[in-house]
């Protein structure tokens, strides 16, 4: 799907975000391991969390879909009902995580050592990204998972175990909240205490979770510790809006020099390093806390118009806006002076190669970057033609060369932008309502 982008008078306005990926995962997952019922209002409905759902749902978990009675909420609510840590039935086919790391790295901590066999496998994008690093320490707890190429990637294999695992303390050699989250799902039925040292600075959602449900949790610098449980209680969650998400418009505004006031959306500190790079950016933007939602700190951002300047980002914050790099790329073409990315190597490993696919972008409306081997140098500003850019079926591409039409006259088409409905289904809706136009 090609789509023509325009924003000549700019993007500002109210926006409310849609549903944040990464809690609609972990709430789908905790609730289906939970002993009671539980209720999940505002999910996510969108490709990667369909793929968790659907999974689930093969695992014997049930789903009831209903309208959200709460006010401030008009999307669905799920009711979950549980079947406790260790009640996952054998799946009759294979388990399809589509395009979603989440879901396969995750849900392997939840499978891994129940007496259960099981195939988990995704598309062609999923079976090419790294999933060693999640089947090492599992297999080192007792899990007995097999995949391609000694583990390295999917499908992978659950065979048969007696539901528990082992203890483990170990050295996390990425900073990655999925491969983190799917240890502490394991060292739930674990015999004994489980440790995680080393690059734990993560995103850290699981931790909040676990810890809103009273679970014995400690998260500390460099450290976590998780004590086995028997079970988990059933919640409720009203899922808040994703910062990510609301990136891609608090980017537009300022890149039109418009007003944005971003209503009920997550602000979790190992999410909003975005923010914290915009302000050292010369940013005019505000963050007001309004409520916790799981131990999930929800609030209200405001931007105003500012004039950017470059800055340097390096690998210590690169965890906490991972997924707004390709924004930050589009910024820097806008700042005043340079602006230098280091320690993104993660990068490579997303949906496509982003770093290539941020030179690509850039290059095709006429601007330069220099890619680094872990991240890129722009200078700015420059001047930006009107052209087409190619999503590489990266959503976060996709998206990203969409807002760039705020710096363009004439406007930008993005081919394939139906990638962008992984994440941010209502994406076309909210561009048109804070003063965009398309051709859709």
């Not at 944040?20 to 789908?28: I, M, Q």
């Not at 080192?140 to 539901?163: C, H, Q, S, W, Y």
């Not at 390709?326 to 496509?352: F, N, Q, S």
Request: with cysteine.
């Amino acid at each position: 799907m090609n789509i023509r982008f325009s924003a000549d008078k700019g993007l500002g306005g109210v926006l409310i975000p849609p549903p944040d990926k990464s809690l609609t995962h972990r709430a789908l997952m905790l609730a289906s391991v939970s002993s009671e019922n539980s209720e999940i209002y505002n999910p996510l409905e969108t490709g990667d969390c369909i793929s968790t759902k659907s999974c689930l749902e093969s695992l014997g978990v049930r789903f009831l879909d209903e309208k959200s009675a709460l006010e401030k909420n008009s999307g669905k609510k799920y009711t979950v009902q549980g079947v406790g840590l260790h009640g996952f039935i054998e799946p009759k086919s294979i388990l399809n995580a589509g395009n979603s790391g989440t879901t396969i790295r995750l849900l392997s901590g939840l499978i891994a050592g129940l007496p259960i066999y099981a195939v988990m496998s995704g598309d062609d994008s999923l079976c090419r990204r790294p999933m060693d690093r999640v089947v090492k320490p599992l297999n080192l707890m007792g899990g007995k998972i097999v995949g391609r190429e000694n583990g390295k990637f999917a499908p992978l294999t659950f065979l048969p175990g007696d539901g528990l695992l082992n203890p483990l303390n170990y050295e996390l050699p990425v900073s990655s909240a999925q491969v983190k989250s799917s240890l502490l799902f394991a060292g739930l039925r674990s015999r004994g205490t489980m440790v995680i040292t080393g690059k734990v600075h993560s995103r850290d959602h699981t931790e909040r979770m676990l810890k809103a449900f009273g679970l014995p949790i400690e998260a500390g610098e460099g450290i976590v510790k998780l004590e086995p449980v028997f079970e988990l209680p059933g919640f409720k969650f009203l899922v808040p809006g994703d910062i990510s998400s609301a990136a891609f418009f608090i980017a537009g505004s300022l890149l039109s020099g418009r007003e944005l006031t971003v209503k009920y959306c997550g602000i979790n500190p190992t999410r909003t390093g975005f923010i914290r790079i915009l302000k050292r950016m010369n940013a005019d933007i505000t963050i007001e806390e309004t409520g916790i939602e799981l131990g999930e700190p929800v609030g209200i951002i405001k931007v105003k118009p500012s004039s950017l300047t470059g800055t340097v980002i390096n690998s210590v914050e690169v965890p906490d806006c991972i997924d707004e790099i390709p924004l930050i790329a589009a910024l820097a073409l806008c700042a005043e002076g340079t602006t230098m990315v280091r320690g993104a190597e993660e990068l490579k490993i997303k949906e496509t190669d982003r770093l290539h696919a941020i030179s690509v972008l850039i290059e095709s409306l006429g601007g330069t970057v220099e890619i680094l081997n872990d991240g890129f140098i722009i200078e700015g500003p420059q001047t930006l033609s009107s052209g087409t850019v190619k999503s590489m079926g990266d959503h976060r591409i996709a998206m990203s060369g969409a807002i760039l039409s705020t710096c363009v006259k004439g406007g930008i088409t993005v081919e394939g932008f139906d990638a962008a409905s992984i994440s941010y289904p209502n994406f076309i809706e909210h561009f048109s309502t804070l003063g965009g136009s398309t051709d859709a």
